[in-house]
Every structure is written in structure tokens, then in C-alpha cells.
């Protein structure tokens, strides 16, 4: 029963590119979540997906970020024209769907983005 | 007002002690508060979670203490192992009562339990 996928592990781009990081919920799981961790920070929420509808994404930047979750496939997040300080590490998390264990989240092991 | 604030940044415990984290909030609108255990390399995983309605919860050595009136709540290790050395956050769910995953995490803390 594999847990929370992301892939790449680590992604390096520079200046000006764009980054696509991707995440494949848990078996069973159809809400997904992307959260930001800052060096040396708490993770941050950016944004909350069911398939093919974006819920709240409160946490998102209004510019060069967005994220899909399409009925077919992975999360997308996408980052255009990435800078600097966009260098974190990304995480996807997952839960069940059903209100009584929604708020319990099943984290993948992260995508680290460097920003050359 | 969303911000869950964790102390200490850091913290070294010998091998058998007793290791406390604590946090403290300032929403009342929060209703479900977990800790998450991460391992360098991984992302977070649920350790231990509490609702504002119980005073105490306590699963194998892990104990959580929550004292609603003071908005704080803390995590104890009993009898630390070297294999609990991890960074802890701890979180608060959304405002307004969300039924949904949207955590509001504290800083973290390093751990460190010497053998």
C-alpha cells in the first residue's frame, strides 16, 4: 500500500524556468493538499484540491503559482517564471475524503526545489 | 491571529528523559490540534492529535496536554529513546472550524536525545 508520491525529489531550475511537481495522492485518498516549508520554518498552506476542483487556495500566491488535480492522473503544482525565493521544499499531503478523518493528512517525502 | 507559536527552537535530552514541547495559539476557532514527527528526508507524519474538549491525551509514550483557558498545549515524550530525535510541529486546524485538512503549523522543534 504505497503512501503519498511525489516525484522529483529534488528539482533544480534556474531563474525565469518553470517547475512542475507532481503527487500522487494515497490509495483511496481524493483531497489533496500542497503545503511549503521555508528553511528553518513550520509548513505553510498554499492550497486544497479535490479531483477536478480546486477548494480553497487561500495560501496560494496570486502570481506564477497554480495546481490542478485533474480526473485522471496526479496533482500538478506549477510554478512559471521561478525565482529565487521560491527555492523551498514542497510537500503533498492526502486524507480520505470522509469528514469524520478529513483533517488527518498522510504527507509525502517532499520536493525540494533549488533556484539557481 | 492564525499563527500557532512553538517553543523551544531546539532541545537536547539524555537517553530515558522526558522531552516537552510547547505551543500556544491565539484562535479560539481552532478545534483539532495534531502533532507531526519529521525525519530528515520525509515529509510529516501524524503522531498525536487532540480536540479542545479533553484536557489530556496520551498514546503509548506520547502525552499531550492541552489547557483550553491558556490556549496552549504541549507534547511530552516520556523515557526519550535517540530513535525520537526529529524535528516536531505541532498545528492547528483551520479558522472558523473547516472540516478539511488546512493546518496552521508552529516552527518546529529539533530534538535531540543522546544515548
Known amino acids: 500500500n504505497a503512501g503519498v508520491m511525489q516525484n522529483p525529489r529534488h528539482l533544480v531550475r534556474r531563474r525565469g524556468q518553470e517547475a512542475r511537481l507532481r503527487c500522487s495522492p494515497m490509495k483511496g485518498h481524493s483531497h489533496v493538499y500542497w503545503y511549503r516549508q521555508l528553511p528553518e520554518e513550520g509548513l505553510k498552506f498554499m492550497v486544497y484540491?479535490?479531483?477536478?476542483?480546486?477548494?480553497?487556495e487561500s495560501g496560494m500566491p496570486k502570481e506564477r503559482f497554480s495546481a490542478e488535480f485533474p480526473k485522471e492522473g496526479p496533482s500538478i503544482l506549477r510554478i512559471q517564471q521561478v525565482v529565487r525565493g521560491d527555492s523551498a521544499a514542497y510537500f503533498c499531503?492526502?486524507?480520505?475524503?470522509?469528514?469524520?478523518?478529513?483533517?488527518?493528512?498522510?504527507f509525502g517525502s517532499g520536493t525540494q526545489l533549488s533556484v539557481l | 491571529q492564525q499563527q500557532v507559536k512553538q517553543s523551544p527552537q531546539s532541545l537536547i535530552v539524555q537517553k530515558g528523559g522526558i522531552s516537552i514541547i510547547n505551543c500556544a495559539y491565539e484562535n479560539t476557532a481552532f478545534d483539532y490540534f495534531p502533532w507531526y514527527q519529521q525525519f530528515p528526508g520525509k515529509g510529516p507524519a501524524l503522531l498525536i492529535a487532540i480536540r479542545p474538549d479533553v484536557s489530556e491525551k496520551k498514546e503509548g509514550r506520547f502525552t499531550i496536554s492541552f489547557n483550553k483557558s491558556a490556549k496552549q498545549f504541549s507534547l511530552h515524550i516520556m523515557d526519550s529513546q535517540p530513535g525520537d530525535s526529529a524535528t516536531y510541529f505541532c498545528?492547528?486546524?483551520?479558522?472558523?472550524?473547516?472540516?478539511?485538512?488546512?493546518?496552521?503549523f508552529g516552527q518546529g522543534t529539533i530534538l535531540t536525545v543522546h544515548p
Open positions: 498545528a492547528a486546524k483551520g479558522l472558523g472550524g473547516t472540516s478539511y485538512g488546512k493546518l496552521t
Open positions: 499531503a492526502s486524507s480520505p475524503g470522509r469528514a469524520a478523518t478529513n483533517e488527518k493528512l498522510f
Open positions: 484540491l479535490q479531483k477536478e476542483n480546486i477548494i480553497d
